[in-house]
């Protein structure tokens, strides 16, 4: 069976200041990672993701997580945040094998500050 | 762009009524998704199809029914609603590449259901 641990639940953090959203996962089987991102009254999109490859994946809109196998962790990182990425993150995992559906985080909710 | 529909944002029902929640995509996906939403909680999976007339209880299909009876609908059925059924239902869908289950799934905007 598939889990997945996001450690924080609420990250406040000033304007301009970095930014890390911790994910664990634990599975015994090669998986497929996702970070999703839910702006308020609106659904989930998709933020990036890791199939396979380079580790280090990156969003259009600066986000960049790293799939770290050995910590069994696919953190999410931004060098600078705006007030526009206050948000709630999700981050999902999916392997080939057992069932085919993502399984999801408890979700990180981002609050940028002036 | 891949569009899935949920036919209503809000809704309020009363505990006991058969409620209705629908789901459209507009992307000939084959495999849909019933998610519940709760605070601190994530999105916890009801059902999914992978086909049409096809399903596969998630973690949480108990209370609830789903109907795929076209490939673009996917309907959630609460049999008989109750006041712990209160929540945030998401839809989404994916497109089938063989065995492989790496592509996004694409989510709707989701139904808020009051149960009073």
């Known amino acids: 069976a598939q889990s997945v641990t996001q450690l924080d639940s609420q990250v406040p953090v000033f304007e301009e200041a970095p930014v890390e959203l911790r994910c664990n996962y634990s599975?015994?089987?090669?998986?497929?990672l996702f970070w999703y991102v839910q702006y308020p009254n609106q659904g989930l999109q998709l933020l990036l993701k890791y199939l396979s490859g380079s580790t280090l994946v990156e969003s259009i809109n600066g986000f960049e997580a790293e799939f770290n196998k050995s910590q069994t962790s696919f953190h999410l990182r931004k060098p600078s945040v705006h007030i526009s990425d206050t948000a709630e993150y999700f981050c999902?995992?999916?392997?080939?094998?057992?069932?085919?559906?993502?399984?999801f985080g408890s979700g990180t909710r981002l609050q940028v500050q002036p | 762009d891949v569009k899935v529909t949920q036919s209503s944002r809000y809704l309020v029902k009363r505990t006991g009524e058969k409620v209705f929640l629908e789901c459209v995509q507009d992307?000939?996906?084959?495999?849909m998704f019933w998610y519940r939403q709760d605070p601190g909680l994530g999105l916890r999976l009801i059902y999914f199809s992978y086909d049409v007339k096809m399903k596969e209880k998630g973690d949480i299909p108990e209370g609830y029914s789903v109907s795929r009876e076209k490939k673009e609908r996917f309907s959630l059925i609460l049999e008989s609603a109750s006041t712990n059924q209160t929540s945030m239902y998401l839809c989404?869908?994916?497109?089938?590449?063989?065995?492989?289950?790496?592509?996004?799934?694409?989510f709707g905007d989701g139904t808020r259901l009051s149960i009073l």
């Open positions: 599975s015994s089987v090669s998986v497929y």
């Open positions: 992307m000939d996906h084959e495999n």
């Open positions: 989404a869908s994916r497109v089938r590449r063989g065995l492989v289950s790496n592509q996004p799934q694409h």
């Open positions: 999902a995992v999916i392997s080939d094998t057992g069932r085919r559906a993502l399984t």
